[in-house]
């Protein structure tokens, strides 16, 4: 399975960015998948994630400024970052799970497959 992100780059606060995970089709529509972020000395932490069926969850630092969505048809993640703050600035990883259970995954260990990730750099 191969995950391919896209999307990232350098924007100013306040600013939007979506980012895209390209996933492979054979799996993509029953995976959980989610977006972890990895900041330069910190731990990766979980940004969102999205359940087989469409069930959603984000960190309160994003709340009600990114949305996670996916796309069956295109086998694509999708994450929509509004409203950017300079501590958003990482790198962002997509990640997916296999089996078949509808579940938000919250941990690094439940997801099977992991992108080489795309750069946010937001600038104040």
């Known amino acids: 399975v191969q995950l391919v992100e896209s999307g990232g780059g350098l924007v100013q606060a306040g600013g939007s960015l979506r980012l895209s995970c390209a996933a492979s089709?054979?799996?993509?529509?029953?995976?959980?998948m989610g977006w972890y972020r990895q900041a330069p000395g910190k731990e990766r932490e979980l940004v969102a994630a999205?359940?087989?069926?469409?069930?959603?969850y984000y960190a309160d630092s994003v709340k009600g400024r990114f949305t996670i969505s996916r796309d069956n048809t295109k086998s694509t993640l999708y994450l929509q970052m509004n409203s950017l703050k300079p501590e958003d600035t990482a790198m962002y990883y997509c990640?997916?799970?296999?089996?078949?259970?509808?579940?938000?995954?919250?941990?690094?260990?439940?997801?099977?497959?992991w992108g080489q990730g795309t750069q946010v750099t937001v600038s104040s």
């Open positions: 999205i359940s087989s069926g469409s069930i959603t």
């Open positions: 089709e054979t799996i993509f529509s029953i995976n959980a």
């Open positions: 990640a997916a799970s296999g089996g078949s259970k509808d579940a938000v995954f919250l941990v690094p260990d439940d997801y099977d497959y």
